[in-house]
């Protein structure tokens, strides 16, 4: 959580005295603003919506509901996920994280902005998939599809394979990196290797600010929510190809024209 709200805190300068307030009181009771409605925190701040709306853009999301997933993430993470009650109810509540990502990424689907990867993967000459960890499987699964359909892409597992790839590609070339966290350090240095190549980056990341998405000429954010049965990562990678799918998909489209 702290990590998120010291994020937060840097753009706070940038905000207007009013909405100043509504930063001030999310700082301070982030967790209590995670189960709250748009027009429930509105009342209680006595502002109106379209200013916490305009708070929360300022701050780097696209809106109040994008905030608050961002918050509620983190109170999961600051809570770890321990196996309790019956076997059904804790299925249930992870089958209900399952449908929450999957309507959250499809809320922050940007039509628009598929069609221009699509494009920009049309146009160029070599589509290069940048993931590492759990973020590899999805970028796979996207070169392999791209791979199907006739476009000259891949994906590689190597560290030391990616570092060469990123320095190789040029103006004529897409790559697409895929990050949970979008900090990631070696996810961050391939984005600088592109940026000094003139590479067309296109960056999807989990729900907060970071900076990968700063770095990318396009950018695609996922609902992701925190999740640990112990020590075992079971965080979410399908919105990943979900977003992936789609602009696979505007791809084809493109072809047909």
Known sequence: MQT?????????????????????YIIRNPETVAGLKLDELSKRLYVSTATISRTCRQLGFRGFQDMKFALEQHV?????????????????AHLDRFRREM?????????????????????SIHVEFFGVGSSFA????????????????????DWD????????????DTAILVSFSGETVYIKEFAHILLERKVKTIA????????????????????????YYGELDMCSRFPFIMILDAIILAYLEQVKK
């Not at 394979?161 to 004529?172: I, V």
Request: hydrophobic content about 40%; glycine content about 6%; aromatic content about 6%.
């Open 4 to 24: 998120l709200l010291k994020r937060m805190v840097q753009r706070r300068d940038k905000l207007s005295q009013l909405e100043k307030q509504v930063f001030d």
């Open 76 to 92: 999961v993470k600051d809570k770890p996920v321990v196996p309790s009650g019956s076997p059904g109810s804790f299925l249930s």
């Open 103 to 123: 309507e959250h990424t499809l809320a922050l689907a940007d039509q628009d902005k598929m069609k221009q990867a699509a494009e920009w993967i049309y146009k």
């Open 138 to 157: 999805p970028c796979l699964d996207a070169a392999k599809k791209l791979m199907f359909a006739g476009k000259m892409c891949s994906a590689r597992e």
């Open 161 to 172: 394979e990616l570092r060469c790839a990123a320095a190789s590609l040029g103006p004529k």
């Open 204 to 227: 999807i990341t989990g729900n907060e600010p970071n900076r990968l998405q700063e770095m990318a000429d396009l950018s695609f954010r996922v609902g992701i929510e925190h999740c």
